[in-house]
C-alpha cells in the first residue's frame, strides 16, 4: 500500500512538471514574439560610416523603454540607404550587450 502512495504521489508530481514546462514554453513564446515586435520612430541623424542611426520614437515594449531620442546600431550600411532626416520610420529595437540595435529598418509612406 505504501508503494502505490508513493507511485501516485510520483507519478503526480510527474504530471505538474510537465504541465508547468508546457505553460512557461508557451509564454515563451509569446516573450519572443513581443521581442520581434515592430517600433515606431523618426530619423533624427544618420551616421552611415559607422552604421547607426538617431531615432526619436515611441515606447519600446519588447525591451521595456520610454519614448525617446536615442542611438541605434545597424548591421548594414544598406539599411540606412534611402532615408533622410525627418523620414518616420519602422524597426525593430533589440538590446545586444550594451548596444540598442535596429533591425527591419523600413520607410513608413505618408
Not at 520581434?36 to 515611441?58: C, F, P, W, Y
Not at 536615442?70 to 519602422?90: H, I, R
Request: hydrophobic share 45%; net charge neutral.
Amino acid at each position: 500500500m505504501k508503494q502505490l502512495l508513493i507511485a501516485c504521489l510520483l507519478g503526480s508530481l510527474a504530471f505538474s512538471v510537465q504541465a508547468s514546462d508546457e505553460q512557461s514554453g508557451h509564454k515563451g513564446h509569446e516573450v519572443a514574439q513581443a521581442n520581434t515586435s515592430m517600433s515606431q520612430g523618426e530619423v533624427r541623424k544618420i551616421d552611415a560610416a559607422n552604421l547607426k542611426i538617431t531615432l526619436r520614437h515611441g515606447p519600446l515594449a519588447n525591451i521595456g523603454m520610454p519614448p525617446m531620442t536615442m542611438v541605434f546600431q545597424v548591421q548594414d550600411a544598406a539599411q540606412l540607404e534611402g532615408l533622410k532626416v525627418g523620414d518616420k520610420v519602422s524597426f525593430v529595437a533589440q538590446q545586444q550587450g550594451s548596444q540598442f540595435v535596429a533591425s527591419e529598418l523600413q520607410a513608413v509612406q505618408p
